[in-house]
C-alpha cells in the first residue's frame, strides 16, 4: 500500500491542525493505519493507531485527550485532528500502514508548533 500524508503546517501553541493520510493500493479489513512522530534528535514516537473497522483506537499517552484518529473508509483515508498543540508536538509526523508482516511509511508532514 502506498501512504500519502498531508496537512502539517506552522500552528500557534493552543491551537489545532488536522493531518490526513491518503491510502492506494490493496487494503484489506485486518489493516491498522496509524501515526508516528518524530522530533529532531529522538527516536520515533507512536502517536495514534486506528483499525479497519474504525471501532478500535490506541494513543499514545503524550497526546491521548488532545489527538483523535479516525479513519474514512470510503476514502481510504485516516485523519488525525490535533487539538491544544504543545511545543513538544513539533515533528515530522508519519503515516503508517500494517497489513500482517507488512508495514508501510508515508513520506512524512512537518508539524511545527511555535510560542
Known amino acids: 500500500v502506498q501512504l500519502q500524508a498531508y496537512g502539517g503546517g506552522l500552528v500557534q501553541t493552543g491551537g489545532s491542525l488536522r493531518l490526513s493520510c491518503a491510502a492506494s493500493?490493496?487494503?484489506?479489513?485486518?489493516?491498522?493505519m496509524g501515526w508516528f512522530r518524530q522530533a529532531p534528535g529522538k527516536e520515533r514516537e507512536f502517536v495514534a493507531r486506528?483499525?479497519?473497522?474504525?471501532?478500535?483506537?490506541d494513543y499514545g499517552y503524550s497526546v491521548k485527550g488532545r489527538f483523535t484518529i479516525s479513519r474514512d473508509r470510503a476514502e481510504n483515508t485516516v485523519h488525525l485532528q490535533m487539538n491544544n498543540l504543545k511545543s513538544d508536538d513539533t515533528a515530522v509526523y508519519y503515516c503508517?500502514?500494517?497489513?500482517?508482516?507488512?508495514?508501510?511509511w508515508g513520506q512524512g508532514t512537518l508539524v511545527t508548533v511555535s510560542s
Open positions: 503508517n500502514a500494517k497489513q500482517g508482516l507488512t508495514e508501510s
Open positions: 493500493g490493496r487494503t484489506s479489513s485486518s489493516d491498522v
Open positions: 486506528i483499525n479497519w473497522s474504525g471501532m478500535q483506537t
